[in-house]
């Protein structure tokens, strides 16, 4: 067998590599000799022992040959041939390394302690068979075994194993090992019986035992390949050593012997792929290793398998029936083997989800079968819901008394605990100022807190009780000494801060703003005393314009407070949408104070909510109002989904002004924030003080007994109750609760922005007082002013310092007032991002800077934003409709807003390259649209060139016939002398010949790209030589006219028979023609240009003519002459000559005007190259014409019939 040849070539090579390696074998010289087996059992022993004693003679026992120097014997291929070989080797204990053989069984080597195996046992490879079938889900496989002792072991150990693991052999056909010459007569029983086995329909999956003889004969009988190949060689002895040998071979793997004398290794799983050439690859897609941890002994790599051509590259199946479909189990078929089965629906409540199942199972309790029985069906929940219509009654009314005792709670306990956090920020800002003793030396600050409670008379009260009294009311008295009130700080809200400046005004005192916005700017003009702690309100509307702008949202949602601010708010900001592009989806006006009369249109108010909140197409929500209407939203909120099931499939992105803070009220304490995850908002600017978290550790219960609000807002934020109250309800307060475990909607430790402010706001009353005290200790040291008494200070002076107020607050921050008594600064840009825990984080990721650069004005990290889950962290959407996608405009759509729109392709030959384009347009005239109308590409220029087929055709017939003509014109020339030259005028018969050759050549001007030179020769040069060429055929019917006519006894034509008479009718019409030639160029000159518009894709490089008059003069002069030519050669067709010309002019002249009567429809009705040709082929055709009609019958004589070519033939003809 050729192909183990190899086998040879490998043992040379290895000896070969050992014996140039100079530090493996110093000073030795490795040989071997080769013996073939033949696979007979007598020629095996008879080798082996030849191996042993003698190469010449054979005497057993003895060693004869010195020269031999036998160490080890490798072989052999079979398990037969190594067996026979061992059966001599080991009486002499003669290693023996065999390299292909696998022992029958474990005891047949018991014996053979000199054998040694370079293969693993095959014992691995039966399991790695079992998990390579359960692999592809094989179940009906083929066995094809030899028919020998080895085959019978292999079928005794594998078939218990298929069983074990539900495999099944379809049939199993033992196969001779060598088929000999006595059983051809069997031949056709043979192949029938492989036939059978071979056309088995099921079985897709063949596992074949055997050797590469076996092979062959399977090979054969299938017709499949011509035989393959088959190798034996052979070594010798050193037990002891090789039995620990270890080291690694030259391929870099590990050599080494286990206890039982087999090499450690494993299996490479291979894949034949066969060409047409008759080749194959084997490809590597696996591997076996026993040695490998538990899941990695069988590697396969699936991808790479490729099948036979006939499964198209799917995934055999190789199975005794169809698979069993989920809703159906496996029933035994009787008689067959357990493999075929056939298939039985589920009983009624059981379920199959697999396929192949044995038995159906029962669903759990809490579900059911579906209608197929493949699954289980989670079992309805059957209870009394929201959602219909006796929920919703009942709902309705346990809402309505829930939302009058949670009002009612509001009003007795009216207190939003995270608003506490301002109280201890003015508390700490003074308490840092007296300590420090620079600032305000031997002064010592104090401060009274009033609250409101969003009620304008309470307002009105408590400024006049700040203003004159603690205890008695008395106004315009001033009766408690040890107040000198200097400066009011407040309020939170517009309406507020309002209420309080009506009567602070009248009374010039200071009031500082810290979260109030004036409603409109004429309010702030009377109020000369009012000072506001935040930029303008102006500057967030230009922001919340930017950051719909920069995210595309065109489609946005308002809720705003149903008051003045609101209204004045959507004033500014509707003008605002209009202007960029943008629309309100929908504006609901939210009530500030919800009061007990309108609780019976609570489920109206809820109702008209739910129709904003569920618009599907508005994504992004702005929210105007205060923290108690975001409250009221949040509890809408929960109406809508009492259970909290559609938490991440409510997804919207909520953006929020700056008078809004994230507060739950202590009613809604089971609620979270968590439906505002990923909220966008404009808070005052502000920066993180690490003092006050300090100061904010040290607060506890009885840390101040001045404090009148701590107990309440502690048993509120902690959900306890102090021992000293009557009724204990809640847990009772301990004092050690920690205020850094609050929800951040019940109170955070960081500063927020308005608590920020009143920071700020007490240092610039701080700084102001400073620099009154500083400016009076300088004029009482100049001119000796009594003792300066802080004291003594009125309110109103504070005005002058306050307004010229500028210094460094603790976190490094200018503070200074414009000339609106408005502070300098800008807003932060936050991102909201909620915790499972009811914690939130407001983390910064942007800015407005109103006195920045432009570019430097709006500023946001897209990045850093966390959006709402149900987005899957991608930008949202929020639009009326889908964006129109380059090559479509949009178009409006009646009775919609402006943003709601269609999308309408772009028209031909225009196109649109962006998003949302309000019109297309048209490319340059230097570009063509795409396909899809997306982008302009750049025409390319066009014109007949020499490199394409049509411009090689023409170039070649061209050549050709001017070839043919110079040809023609030697012929004549050689032949000048001879009757038929000589009888028609020889020198008209040159000069036309001429004249052909040129208007051959003058076509040649028309290929190639245009260029100034070959535009101006073009179709001058064309007109005069072809009105030449045509001149010389009249002057020659001319001739023959006239020749005719002097024949006649006393005509007067004999004086103008010759060479005269044809130049005064060549020159002149020649001459006429090229006076029409010059007065074109000196006129209206052809030139290169470009025509653009004419093909879509394409600019077509070409002449242009001038002036089209010139042109078709030049052509109907030359029609003139041809159609005169051809008038007078129809006359003179039947004058007697031997060598009459006129009929061959005849036909030239009716093929000349042929062409070029059809030249003009063909010219007319093309445009580029096309044009350009129709014109060469007309000059080609024309003049092709008058050549082959003219001169063919004279080259026909001349060359072909000489004998007629004489004076006698013409004399004899005549007569």
């Known amino acids: 067998m050729t192909k183990f040849y190899q086998h040879i070539l490998a043992l040379a090579f290895a000896v070969k590599e050992i014996n140039e390696n100079p530090n493996l074998l110093p000073n030795v010289t490795l040989g071997f000799h080769i013996y073939d087996s033949y696979y007979n059992a007598r020629i095996t022993y008879r080798n082996t022992l030849d191996l042993l004693f003698e190469m010449r003679r054979f005497a057993p026992n003895y060693k004869c040959d010195s020269q031999r120097n036998l160490i080890a014997i490798i072989g052999g291929l079979s398990s037969d041939t190594s067996f026979d070989m061992a059966d001599t080797l080991s009486l002499y204990k003669i290693p023996q390394l065999a390299y292909g053989s696998f022992p029958q069984e474990e005891s047949d080597i018991d014996h053979l302690l000199s054998f040694y195996r370079m293969v693993p046992n095959e014992a691995h490879q039966y399991m790695e068979i079992i998990s390579l079938l359960q692999h592809f889900g094989w179940t009906w496989v083929g066995l094809f075994v030899m028919d020998d002792e080895g085959g019978e072991k292999f079928l005794q150990a594998l078939e218990p194993m298929l069983y074990q693991h539900g495999i099944c052999s379809a049939f199993t056909q033992r196969m001779e090992k060598v088929a000999h010459f006595d059983k051809l007569d069997e031949l056709f029983d043979i192949l029938e019986s492989y036939y059978v086995c071979l056309t088995n329909d099921k079985a897709n999956a063949f596992i074949v035992y055997g050797d590469s003889q076996t092979l062959t004969w399977l090979k054969f009988l299938i017709f499949l390949r011509d035989p393959a190949n088959k190798e034996i060689t052979s070594i010798r002895k050193l037990h002891y050593f090789l039995q620990g040998i270890l080291f690694n071979n030259s391929a870099g793997e590990t050599m080494s012997f286990n206890e039982k004398r087999e090499l450690r290794g494993g299996f490479d799983i291979t894949n034949m792929i066969t060409f047409p050439n008759k080749s194959f690859l084997q490809v590597k897609v696996g591997c076996v290793d026993p040695d490998a941890l538990e899941g990695k002994t069988f590697i396969f790599h699936e991808d790479m398998i490729v099948w036979h051509r006939g499964f198209n590259q799917v995934i055999p199946i190789s199975l005794c029936n169809d698979h069993c479909q989920p809703g159906n189990q496996k029933k035994k078929k009787e008689g067959g083997k357990f493999c075929c089965y056939g298939c039985a629906p589920c009983s009624e409540g059981e379920i199959s989800n697999q396929d192949d199942i044995n038995d159906c199972f029962r669903c759990p309790k809490a579900q059911y079968p579906n209608k197929n029985k493949t699954a289980c069906t989670e079992k309805m929940m059957s209870f009394l819901s929201y959602k219909e219509p006796l929920g919703i009654s009942l709902a309705s009314v346990a809402l309505s008394f829930f939302l009058i005792t949670a009002l009612v709670l509001g009003i007795v306990i009216n207190m939003i605990t995270k608003f506490y956090q301002h109280i201890l920020a003015l508390a700490f800002a003074v308490k840092v100022i007296n300590e420090n003793p620079n600032l305000l030396p031997n002064v010592t600050l104090g401060f009274h807190i009033y609250d409101s409670y969003n009620d304008a008379r309470m307002t009105y009260r408590n400024t006049m009780d700040l203003l004159f009294k603690m205890h008695r009311f008395a106004p315009n008295y001033k009766c408690d000494l040890q107040r ?82 609101g209204e004045n708010f959507l004033q500014a900001l509707e003008p605002l949408f209009y202007q960029h592009g943008i629309c309100s989806a929908f504006t609901k006006r939210m009530q500030k104070t919800y009061h007990f009369e309108m609780m019976h249109d609570v489920f109206d108010i809820f109702k008209s909510y739910y129709v904003g909140l569920t618009n599907d197409k508005a994504n992004a929500f702005i929210v105007y109002g205060d923290s108690l209407s975001l409250s009221w939203l949040r509890f809408l909120i929960f109406l809508r989904d009492p259970e909290n099931k559609e938490s991440s499939t409510f997804r919207k992105v909520w953006i929020m002004t700056t008078q809004i803070d994230f507060i739950l009220l202590s009613y809604q304490k089971f609620l979270d924030l968590e439906p505002f995850e990923g909220a966008i908002s404009f808070t005052i600017h502000s920066k993180d003080l690490l003092e006050f978290n300090e100061f904010l550790q040290i607060i506890k219960p009885y840390w101040n007994t001045a404090d009148g609000f701590l107990k309440v807002f502690w048993e509120q934020a902690f959900d306890c109750t102090f021992p000293d109250l009557i009724m204990q309800v809640n847990e009772t307060c301990t004092g050690e609760e920690k205020l850094e475990y609050l929800p951040g909607h019940l109170f955070e430790m960081d500063m927020t922005s308005h608590s920020y402010n009143i920071y700020n706001a007490v240092f610039v009353v701080a700084h102001a007082l400073h620099a009154i005290y500083s400016y009076r200790s300088k004029h009482r040291a100049l001119g000796g002013e009594k003792k300066l008494e802080l004291q003594d200070l009125q309110p109103w002076q504070l005005h002058y310092f306050l307004q010229g107020t500028l210094f460094n607050n603790s976190a490094g921050e200018a503070m200074s007032f414009n000339e609106k008594r408005e502070l300098r600064g800008g807003f932060d840009i936050t991102n909201m991002i909620t915790f499972p825990n009811k914690s939130f984080l407001q983390m910064k990721v942007g800015q407005v800077d109103p006195d920045a650069l432009e570019e430097e004005a709006f500023i946001i990290h897209e990045d850093l934003l966390a959006w709402h889950r149900g987005f899957n962290q991608v930008t949202p959407l929020s639009l009326c409709n889908d964006h129109c996608h380059p090559g479509n405009q949009k178009g409006k759509k009646e009775g919609e807003k402006f943003c709601c729109y269609g999308c309408a392709p772009c028209s031909e030959g225009e196109i649109s390259n962006q998003y949302d384009m309000t019109n297309c347009f048209r490319c340059p005239k230097a570009q063509y649209p795409t396909k899809n109308k997306t982008a302009c590409i750049e025409k390319t220029m066009t014109f007949l060139s020499y490199e394409e087929p049509l411009g090689i055709s023409l170039a070649s017939f061209a050549l050709s016939f001017f070839f043919i003509t110079a040809l023609v014109l030697g012929t004549f020339i050689k032949y000048r002398d001879t009757p038929i030259v000589k009888a028609n ?36 040069t064309f007109g005069i030589i072809f009105s030449m060429a045509i001149s010389c055929v009249l002057a020659k019917t001319i001739t023959v006219v006239l020749a005719f006519m002097a024949t006649k006894p006393g005509s007067s034509m004999r004086k103008w028979v010759g060479k005269r008479l044809a130049y005064s009718v060549v020159l002149p019409c020649s001459l006429i023609q090229s006076t029409i030639c010059t007065v074109w160029l000196m006129t209206s000159p052809p030139f290169p240009d470009l025509d653009m518009h004419s093909l879509a894709e394409e600019i077509i490089v070409q002449c242009n003519e001038g002036s089209v008059t010139m042109f078709y003069c030049v052509l109907g002069y030359m029609g003139l002459l041809a159609i005169a030519s051809f008038v007078a050669a129809f006359a003179a067709r039947k004058l007697p000559d031997s060598f009459n010309e006129a009929k061959f002019i005849t036909f030239s002249m009716l093929l000349f005007c042929s062409v070029w009567l059809s030249f003009f429809p063909a010219y007319l009705s093309t445009s580029g190259k096309s044009m350009v040709a129709v014109e060469i082929f007309s000059i080609l055709a024309s003049s092709a014409g008058l050549l082959g009609c003219i001169f063919a019958p004279k080259c026909y004589i001349i060359v072909l019939r000489p004998e007629l070519n004489n004076r006698d033939q013409l004399i004899r003809r005549n007569n």
Request: negative net charge; aromatic residues 12%.
């Open 484 to 565: 000198n009130l200097i400066a009011i700080i407040g309020g939170l809200s517009s309406d507020t801060s309002f209420h309080m400046a009506d009567t602070l005004s009248l009374y010039k005192i200071p009031q500082l703003a810290y979260g109030s916005f004036p409603q409109k700017e004429s309010d702030i003009d009377h109020f000369l005393s009012f000072y506001r702690m935040v930029p303008n309100e102006a500057h967030q509307y230009m922001a919340i314009i930017n950051l719909l702008q920069h995210f595309g949202w065109t489609w946005v949602g308002l809720f705003v407070t149903d008051d003045d601010g």
């Open 985 to 1020: 005028n020889r020198d008209l018969t040159y000069s036309l010949l001429v004249s052909l050759l040129l208007c051959f050549l003058s076509s040649l001007l028309f290929l190639g790209e245009p260029s100034t030179v070959s535009c101006l020769l073009r179709q001058p």
